[in-house]
């Protein structure tokens, strides 16, 4: 087993590290050391992921309220299943999670696959990095039965001989408080299963949902009668093994009304026939039809629901006269070529999106270590571009140590400026070949940091701290222009938008002169209508990597 890294410990002993989205580069960059050549990460740090994951996780409520934008697209992926392959190809083709790249995972990353480990590693430091922006629901594999069932428990004991029970039991603990649904824009429910006639949402917002240990232990001690009873209702005799008995008191565990809920949303299948009936095949939850979908949607003044759970043969699936929709993330689930795979983009106001893959030899043709690099690679663009957003304090630190005005600095000196001014606990060290150029004597060329990267002015007479500014908090500006865009036109008034500057600085306490905005805004306001198309206003503001077009060129991978 290696020995742990410094960085990774750094990243996981300073929450300040983790809890910033621009530390991503460096947690992604370490977790992913040990998964270029399928290494084991060290089971220390595999448990503090899980000790933090799980304190993030008891602060969140049972259901996750996501709200898109016309200028912010939310990805849905379905049940990856220990499939490795098939999550960086996601992450190559729709890019990192990151505060402009929102994902929800539905559930079931783990068993039947060798990588589940991985897997949840990957996930869980993507998700302490963008609490806000990565959104992980409950599966019905998110359970230690059936872990030991269907092999991720085999998979942990063998990769982690001394410790593995430890990880075990902390993973127990962990699923239990994973939320068990997401709903988006107050319309779309995504749940793992499904729902039933019974469905109740204002109760499942509201149970205890810890106590939910496994969809296969009964909530109650097992006695002749219970047994028989419990036999005639959602779960039969193979999925509550009749000697499993729960611990602890009753006030510890769901009540068996409670439990039958959760089930269902973890368990249930979409069929056509009308109705709802008990799921034979499965063993737990239901089939539910039609007419359930649209008693539950309306009952509730919801749109859509987006599970997962089934495989499907082109990854996603619409039934329901398009009110369910099934989206499933593992290809190649039963066999080679069996099924592709499917993730989905949605934004308020549009059409669902579909993007349908197929983990091949085409797509494995790199060895796995430099397909993590290709990953890196868009990592350390999210550093790069906190930089540039930065970039006149960074100058005028770097100027404030370099008394020689030679345009150099020592590597501490530089790495100093970094920590100090972007706030962030890297190991700037190791980042700096990725970041800067050196002369032989190991001294940083610090204006190198800029050479391949600039943010693209909206009018080139804007002064650059203004456009520094205005990148650096363009997402907190969109949150305030759609509360003044009250018709949600995407237009406002002249004064509206002096009125938001004005709400902007006062909330973030940042100095700039009204006649610089004033300014900025006369000259975007191009009809001269006194209306500002404040999406393209924001869209304007991009960064643009000068070596795009070489590294496409580079990457082509299908």
Request: with cysteine; aromatic share 10%.
């Amino acid at each position: 087993m290696p020995s742990p890294s410094s960085s990774l410990s750094n990243m996981l002993m300073n929450k300040a590290n983790c809890s910033s989205p621009t530390s991503f580069p460096s947690c992604w960059k370490t977790t992913h050391k040990y998964t270029r050549k399928i290494q084991i990460l060290h089971a220390h740090y595999v448990l503090e992921v899980l000790f933090e994951t799980k304190k993030v996780l008891k602060q969140m409520p049972n259901f996750t309220h996501v709200k898109t934008s016309p200028s912010k697209e939310l990805t849905i992926c379905g049940d990856l299943h220990g499939k490795l392959d098939d999550l960086f190809l996601i992450f190559y083709k729709n890019g990192l999670p990151s505060g402009s790249n929102t994902y929800i995972f539905n559930g079931d990353f783990v068993d039947r696959g060798k990588h589940s480990i991985e897997i949840l590693m990957i996930l869980f430091v993507s998700f302490l990095v963008y609490p806000n922006d990565l959104h992980l629901n409950r599966g019905n594999h998110e359970d230690f039965m059936m872990n030991l069932r269907y092999g991720f428990t085999k998979e942990i004991l063998h990769k982690y001989k001394i410790h593995g029970k430890k990880i075990l039991q902390i993973l127990e603990d962990v699923y239990t408080w994973l939320p068990i649904g997401t709903i988006i824009d107050n319309e779309i429910l995504v749940i793992h299963g499904g729902i039933s006639e019974s469905t109740d949402l204002n109760l499942l917002h509201h149970i205890e949902r810890n106590k939910m240990k496994s969809v296969l232990m009964s909530p109650i001690p097992l006695d002749e009668d219970r047994d028989n009873d419990l036999k005639k209702n959602k779960i039969n005799t193979t999925i509550i093994p009749r000697e499993v008995k729960t611990n602890g008191s009753l006030s510890e565990q769901l009540t068996k009304h409670e439990w039958e809920q959760v089930i269902d949303i973890l368990w249930s299948d979409p069929r056509g026939k009308r109705g709802c009936y008990p799921n034979t095949s499965r063993g737990g939850g239901c089939y539910f039809g039609p007419d359930i979908t649209s008693k539950v949607l309306n009952k509730y003044q919801l749109k859509m629901l987006i599970r997962s759970h089934e495989c499907k043969p082109e990854g996603y699936e619409i039934c329901h006269d398009g009110k369910v929709v099934t989206v499933f993330s593992a290809s190649n689930y039963y066999e080679e070529g069996s099924n592709r795979g499917a993730y989905i983009k949605l934004c308020s106001g549009m059409n669902l999106r579909f993007f349908q893959y197929q983990v091949t030899k085409a797509t494995c043709l790199r060895p796995l270590y430099q397909r993590v690099n290709t990953i890196e690679s868009s990592a350390i663009r999210i550093l790069k571009e906190r930089m540039i957003s930065r970039k006149t304090d960074l100058i005028r630190a770097f100027q404030l140590q370099d008394r020689s005005k030679s345009g150099k600095l020592p590597m501490g000196q530089w790495a100093f400026s970094m920590e100090n001014i972007l706030g962030l606990n890297l190991p700037w060290r190791s980042l700096s070949p990725h970041l800067v150029t050196t002369d032989k004597n190991g001294n940083i060329n610090y204006m190198s940091s800029f050479e391949d990267i600039h943010i693209q002015k909206p009018v080139k007479e804007a002064q650059s701290t203004l456009i520094e500014t205005l990148y650096r908090y363009r997402s907190d500006l969109q949150i305030i222009f759609n509360v003044i865009d009250s018709d949600h036109s995407g237009l406002i008034s002249m004064e509206e938008f002096r009125a938001m500057w004005k709400l902007f600085n006062s909330h973030y306490s940042i100095h700039i002169d009204d006649f610089q905005i004033d300014d900025l805004a006369e000259r975007m306001d191009l009809n001269k209508d006194g209306s500002i198309d404040f999406n393209e206003f924001l869209k304007a503001f991009y960064v643009v990597h000068k070596l795009d077009n070489v590294n496409k060129s580079d990457s082509k991978l299908a």
